[in-house]
């Protein structure tokens, strides 16, 4: 199985390892990610907030580019997915907007691209017995929160899951063996770009996140958003938690439940340190 | 010679402020066989009716076309004025210049000049109209009740005052319906089982009133005055005549299953009665459940009962009732909360519903009046009630108001208070709605004497977090955010029809909205009929409504019962169709097609013997809705006052 990727700049710089375990795991599971060549920005949260044409346009023209490559994109980052999917989702209903698109991409867009999140290839494209199959480290005694965010699950037309109690990621977990947490705070917001701009807000919000996971006494948090995992996991030592919360990418506990070698998924390149936790569930 | 006259309304300005209506008079007068015209403010009050009159009388005119509303609205006003100056009501025709003119165009111009065309139409139709004669069709004077909660129990006893027989079909195995169900009522505080019981008792004991219950409406036929009903009554596997009511079969039953009646807070036996005071005060078994049913085995009811009336070989049964008239009165659901993932989405064990709270605070109910936690049956010390659960949300539940949710919630926490001194009571709200006789008074009274704390605003989100249920909402008047850790969240979920409603409508051919409530006739003027003759409504199948709403509608759709069953005879239009039997070649196409199933088939006899058959028109059960007519193929069905004839010259003036 063969799949367009589109990493997104996040993961090439700053969630470099939610990119290496991405690729590591897929390549595991006998999923090809072939690089779009010369992707671009996705407009990320600017594009949309500022000009009307470039909303659509800098997504359309990634698709152009990666339909080239393969009509299945794989998107690993939950805002490039937003971004990728509600402008696709505009561009297959829209006739004249594709029209217009189209010019100004000075491209052929067809509107034939399939959207993909890494969780719904591992998911919905795999049979769930092969993916058990693969399991040699299985996450036993390991409690993990699942974190969604915002941007996987709204809106409709660009979700994976449901809007209010979304369940993939703890299926996932629970098949690799993990014990998955019942909390309210899957969806809540973890303060999304203000990370620079004024990190209060994010020392609150991901604070109550937090809190909350403590409370249920989670080993682990999993997440899925670049975005997400940055504001869990950057200023922990600034909040008033009772103890700090290692931040994962689902890729590199999959990883791990795969068998992979604990190096080569990166996972020391994250503010809380999660070897500790993981050597003492014999993870590592 | 026909000596026609035309009377163009001015609607106040509904009409004249779009349409020239003098211009439309002064056309009138060209047209053939018009000999007077003339307008006035308003054609259908008193003096307008008088003008038509004197005009008539003067000129000696033998038909009228009145320019102004439809005749849905006033078409009968103007057939009764021409009636008392001796004309045939059926000489009178209107046009609608307000509904297809002046309101929807907006060029005066054109507006006028499509009046004169309508008006033009009119006068060439009512030319060939003919002067009918009134049907009078025999009355069955016995009514149909669908439904036995408060609304059918009322009206039912109403009619049964008046001297008519009343048959209530109730679904469910004993009448009460959602009011045997309350705990105590708004604004009074009476205790709901001890209001009703008394109803239901009477209902059951009066002579005039018959009661299937665990039954339903299988079938309708037939039309005003004369309605055939299939009734289906399910097998309750125990004999009505026989059981005493002593309930040992229930007590000795092994088999336990959720309570439908207790909104799945309890169990109850696979025999029972579904609440105490049930009338009948006869257990049914379900089937479903039952061992001996089931499996074959058990058999412990039919054992224990001295009376010998627990029958397994009992089946379905369908019986046939005749009625003049019908009143559904089918009551209400509520609104499934599971759509509010937010709210948990049925995840949360502490967030229940309105209704399941009036279960929890009964004296009869599961927890024999104990307000507890279905999580660990603690005693809440924090209570949420969140209002418009489904209500006045377009996105997720019902665009209107449930109108009943403000003032029970008012209740709930007033009776929570009385049950749990120390408890403390939220309630988040949009607006208060409390319209009625003591409502507003009864709302204030929650929030000074019972201390319960109104916010307004909605709420976010719940979610649980050291066993409490955490509730997030904003407080719009303070402009802040608010979280309550709650130990008990009551949803005031939206009052929707009975999920039954729509296929039960399209049964009887009752007319329903886009919620499946259904129809009344007029929003103001017919409140309580169906625009089905002879079809009325009580209570919430209709909209939202509390009891005393209910118990009032009831009583009206009786009245009304009782105004039709006071004559021997139904007068009703004659435009209805007819058959020329000489020129019928019968294809039976019309038999087939028609909705009302009012043509069929017979034998007749030429002078040589010869046998063929031809459609008949029963005339009680054609509606004249004219279906019949375009598909004739030998055109030999007409429809009284609405003939090929005439259509053409409609068609041919224009």
Sequence with gaps: MEYAYYPGCSLHVMSSEYDVSTRAVLARLGVTLREIPDWFCCGASSAHMTDAVLTDALPAKNLALAVKVNQRIAVPCAACLHRLKKTDHKLKNDDALLKNVNESIKDNYQGNAQIKHPLEIIQDDLKTEELSEKITRPLNNLKVACYYGCLLVRPA??????????????????????????????????GAGMTLAHKESIIGLAGRILNDAILNEADCIAVACPMCHTNLDLYQDQMDLKRKVPILYFTELLGLALGLDYNSLEIDKHIVPAKGMLLEKGLV | MPRTGVFVCHCGSNIAGKVDVETVAAKALNFDRVVFSTTYKYMCSQPGQEVIKKAVRDNNLDRIVVAACTPNLHGKTFQRCIKTVGLSPYLSEMASIREHCSWVHTDPDEATGKAIELVRLATAKVRKNVAL???????????????????GIQSALDIAAAGFEAVIVEKEPSVGGRMAQLDKTFPTLDCSACILAPRMVEVATNEKVIIHSYSKIEKITGSVGSFEVQIKKKARYVDLGKCTGCGTCTEKCPVKVDSEFNLRLSTRKAISTPFPQAVPNVPVIDPHHCRYLTLGKCGVCQKVCQAGAVNYEDKDEIIIEKVGAIIAATGYDLFDPKKYGEYGGGRYRDVITGLQFERLINASGPTGGEITRLSDGKTPKTIVFIQCVGSRDEQKGKPYCSKICCMYTAKQTILAKEHIPDVQCYVFYIDIRAGGKNYEEFVKRAQTDYGAVYIRGRVSKLYEQEGQIMVKGMDTLLGEEVEIPADLVVLATAIVPRREARTLAQKIGLSYDQHAFYNEAHPKMAPVENLTLGIYLAGACQAPKDIPDSVAMASAAAAKICGLFSRDFLSIDPIVASVAETCCVGCNTCVAICPFKAISMEIRKDRTGQERQVATVNTSLCQGCGTCLPNCRSRCISLNNWTTDQLYAEVMTI
């Design chain 1, 157 to 190: 037309e660009a979700a994976i899951d449901d809007a209010e109690n979304p369940e993939r990621l703890d299926r996932l977990m629970n098949l690799l063996g993990a014990e998955t947490i019942n909390w309210g705070f899957k969806v809540e917001c973890c």
């Design chain 2, 133 to 151: 004669l009134p049907l009078n069709i025999p009355v069955t004077r016995r009514a149909l009740v669908i439904g036995g909660g408060i609304a």
